[in-house]
């Protein structure tokens, strides 16, 4: 949920900024100390936009030990030189790699002691690869030449032990007399009777002194512990339940059929399920999603002025110009003219790489956060609903997540800006007092106004059209709300529209996949301004 409506990060892009910073985040802590010396290896939309979505900053922000909130990300080149940081970018061709992929191949200790990667997960050197996967989320798919395959988000064990009977059951023996419940398991064996690696992803945190008693037992050779990204405020978490989840996010039609048949909102069985599967107090989730919506609010109004820009110079003042727009008869009348304004300013304060909250993206963060806090602030929305619908907003994110993609490299412009717009269509039928039909009907329509979009940032930066298009998402998701509200219904399904722009997601070209090579990226203008900016 909170990777849907999150994460809280700095912009300008939640799969080539904050997920660049994950990664490399990862990779140091495999490492297990600040890296000395790191050779990046980048392939797809990560090599063809890495300077204007900031991805290069935020890898060395990541090596740096930064978070993807961290304000200090934007002067990272600067920080490495400081701290003795070497790295080097280089473009790899990988056909078969997912189109956000990063090679990472780091040294700690004394750089003359540098040499090839060890087969071990070693202490003073590592070879990582992963891929972002859209709203922040990364893969690490790689270490060390073994295959691997987790994301990071939760506390995990990297074990390398000797390939033998027991060795499992022992390193599960352990942990259970401490109280770790491992929620995920992977084991990787090239060849029987040599080295194996299981990777362990636990729930909640492990002592250091259960990671030294792991690192004691036989034919262990070396164990490696990640600490997931904080989560805002997470609270305690809770003993198991015995409650089965409500839902497993594969059709947000089912997620409604279910709130109509008990008379309840969306969000509010939303809210029970994470409940149950994320193992805290509903209160404390809560709460969580209201600093989420705090973080908008602030957003917004930090991108609301007259000399905000960005660092290219090429977004800035947009926002203003429509509150502006404000005290005159407007065409749309107040409440899409103030929305307007709010979807323009948390997207250039996204482009100046200041601190929003990405749903699902970066790219696209203006729209669900303008949809929600325009009804707060033009229609008196309380806080509460307005939180509530967030979690609406956050579980046909995860749907969409789970049945296409939300990375505008894998699907085009339609898996960010299309993905909130449906959002934000879900969120204010509800809040607006439709019913959950309603709601899922608004965002069919919503999505579907947003099939083929493709994704063309002009001089890869995420600015020309993404700005706009944010603005444009948003009032494709009011319109599809009003419709909604007025009892029109969409005609393909919901879930058979997500599974179209999965489809027209994979026949994309890459170069109309985020890697600013066709559309809007490659006419004259575009391309001059990419020289002006870069050189």
Do not use: W
Request: with cysteine; net charge negative; charged share 20%.
């Amino acid at each position: 949920m909170f990777d849907i409506i999150g994460p809280v990060m700095i912009g300008p892009s939640s799969s080539h900024t904050a997920g660049a910073v994950r990664m490399a985040r990862a990779a140091r802590q495999i490492l297990g100390e600040e890296p000395r010396r790191a050779d990046i290896a980048l392939a797809g939309s990560y090599a063809q936009t890495c300077r204007g979505h900031g991805t290069d900053r935020a890898l060395v922000a990541g090596l740096l030990g930064m978070e993807s909130d961290d304000e200090r990300i934007r002067d990272s080149f600067e920080l490495a030189r400081e701290r003795g940081l070497e790295y080097s970018f280089k473009e790899v061709k990988l056909p078969r790699a997912h189109p956000n992929t990063a090679s990472l191949h780091l040294f700690g200790g004394p750089l003359e002691d540098a040499g090839e990667p060890s087969p071990q997960a070693a202490v003073k050197e590592c070879a990582v690869q992963g891929v972002s996967v859209g709203g922040g989320n990364i893969l690490i798919t790689n270490v060390n030449g073994m295959e691997t395959s987790f994301s990071g988000a939760s506390d995990t064990l990297i074990i390398a032990h000797r390939d033998m009977p027991g060795m499992i059951a022992e390193a599960a023996s352990l942990m259970a007399r401490y109280g770790i419940n491992i929620g995920n398991f992977k084991l990787n064996r090239p060849h029987r009777g040599f080295q194996a690696v299981m990777i362990l992803e636990i729930d909640g945190t492990m002592d250091r002194e259960v990671v030294d008693k792991l690192r004691a037992l036989p034919h262990i050779d070396s164990v490696v512990y990640l600490q997931g990204p904080p989560s805002g405020r997470a609270g305690p978490v809770l003993p198991p339940s015995g409650e089965a989840p409500l839902f497993e996010y594969h059709s947000f039609e089912e997620i409604a059929g279910a709130a109509a048949a008990r008379k309840k909102n969306i969000s509010d069985l939303v809210l029970a399920d994470q409940r149950i599967q994320l193992g805290r107090g509903e209160e404390d989730l809560f709460e969580e999603m209201r600093e989420r919506l705090l973080v908008m609010k602030d957003s917004a109004a930090k991108g609301a002025g007259e000399h905000v820009r960005s660092p290219s110079g090429l977004s800035g003042g947009l926002s203003f110009l429509m509150q502006k727009r404000l005290r005159t008869e407007t065409l749309s009348g107040p409440f899409c003219t103030a929305a307007l304004a709010r979807a323009l300013a948390v997207s250039e304060y996204n482009a100046s790489m200041g601190k929003i909250v990405a749903a699902p993206t970066a790219g696209a963060c203006g729209i669900l956060s303008a949809a929600v806090l325009s009804m707060v602030e033009e229609k008196g929305v309380c806080e509460k609903p307005a939180v509530m619908s967030l979690f609406t907003a956050g579980a046909l994110g995860m749907v969409i997540a789970n049945e296409a993609c939300i990375a505008g490299a894998e699907g085009g412009c339609q898996a960010e800006c299309g993905s909130a717009a449906a959002m934000a269509a879900a969120a204010l039928t509800e809040l607006a007092g439709g019913s959950p039909s309603m709601a899922v009907h608004a965002a069919a329509m919503a999505l579907k106004n947003q099939l083929g979009l493709v994704c063309d940032p002009v001089a890869a930066l995420v600015e020309v059209p993404c700005v706009k298009r944010n603005a444009g998402g948003l009032m494709c998701a009011i319109g599809a709300a009003e419709m909604a509200l007025a009892g029109i219904e969409s005609v393909i399904p919901l879930d058979e529209v997500i599974s179209a722009m999965d489809e027209i997601g994979k026949a994309l070209p890459p170069s109309l996949r985020e890697t600013a090579q066709g559309g809007l990226a490659a006419t004259p203008t575009a391309l001059g301004l990419r020289r002006r900016i870069f050189g």
